[in-house]
T-cell receptor, first 112, second 108 residues
Framework: KAGVTQTPRYLIKTRGQQVTLSCSPI?????VSWYQQTPGQGLQFLFE???????NKGNFPGRFSGRQFSNSRSEMNVSTLELGDSALYLC???????????FGQGTRLTVV | GQQVMQIPQYQHVQEGEDFTTYCNSS?????IQWYKQRPGGHPVFLIQ?????EVKKQKRLTFQFGEAKKNSSLHITATQTTDVGTYFC????????FGAGTILRVKS
């Protein structure tokens, strides 16, 4: 069974630009969560989607948004990028509520 | 809202020494999960505990879930260099909330 796939793996953007990251969950998984990871900050929860609906949201500004498609693939978008948005963005899928989360390799975003 | 605190933030041990990381939640949890992230990698699921007072072992790793289901610990006996990485706990409430992680470094 294929794992969670995130694209792209690496990205360099300029301040003020916007970016879209993609996540394909494990087949059959309907829950997709997004996390931001920076050194010393652990895994900061961004949002969770389940069956195309945002079910939970973390404490991030409105510049961070996401969506989920009918095939459970998810995208997250960050608009008006700031230097502080540089981080590893991880996506995780799970088959049901509070079950084991399977993480993708992440997208390393660098904002210059 | 639900918060999960994890200590210590860093731990350097000599190879062969034991290591423990602790996780505390502000609310009662449905379950607790533990993940390991190797340097440059992504978090990988280790185990899930569900029952009050539950103890599970995986070789040199021992996981405990507190009686009140608000705290948990991961203990590694006789650490090896392959144990290096960041260990995260994740508490299950209305959503899965991750602790900040404990970075383990092992000196050989």
């Amino acid at each position: 069974k294929a794992g969670v796939t995130q694209t792209p793996r690496y990205l360099i953007k300029t301040r003020g630009q916007q970016v879209t990251l993609s996540c394909s969950p494990i087949s059959g998984h309907r829950s997709v969560s997004w996390y931001q990871q920076t050194p010393g900050q652990g895994l900061q929860f961004l949002f969770e989607y389940f069956s195309e609906t945002q079910r939970n949201k973390g404490n991030f500004p409105g510049r961070f948004s996401g969506r989920q498609f009918s095939n459970s693939r998810s995208e997250m978008n960050v608009s008006t990028l700031e230097l502080g948005d540089s981080a590893l963005y991880l996506c995780a899928s799970s088959s049901q509520d509070l079950s084991e989360a399977f993480f993708g390799q992440g997208t390393r975003l660098t904002v210059v | 809202g639900q918060q999960v605190m994890q200590i210590p933030q860093y731990q350097h041990v000599q190879e062969g020494e034991d290591f423990t990381t602790y996780c505390n939640s502000s609310t009662t949890l449905s379950n607790i999960q533990w993940y390991k992230q190797r340097p440059g990698g992504h978090p990988v699921f280790l185990i899930q505990l569900v029952k009050s007072g539950e103890v599970k072992k995986q070789k040199r790793l021992t996981f405990q879930f507190g009686e009140a289901k608000k705290n948990s610990s991961l203990h590694i006996t006789a650490t090896q260099t392959t144990d290096v990485g960041t260990y995260f706990c994740a508490g299950g409430g209305n959503k899965l909330v991750f602790g900040a992680g404990t970075i383990l470094r092992v000196k050989s």
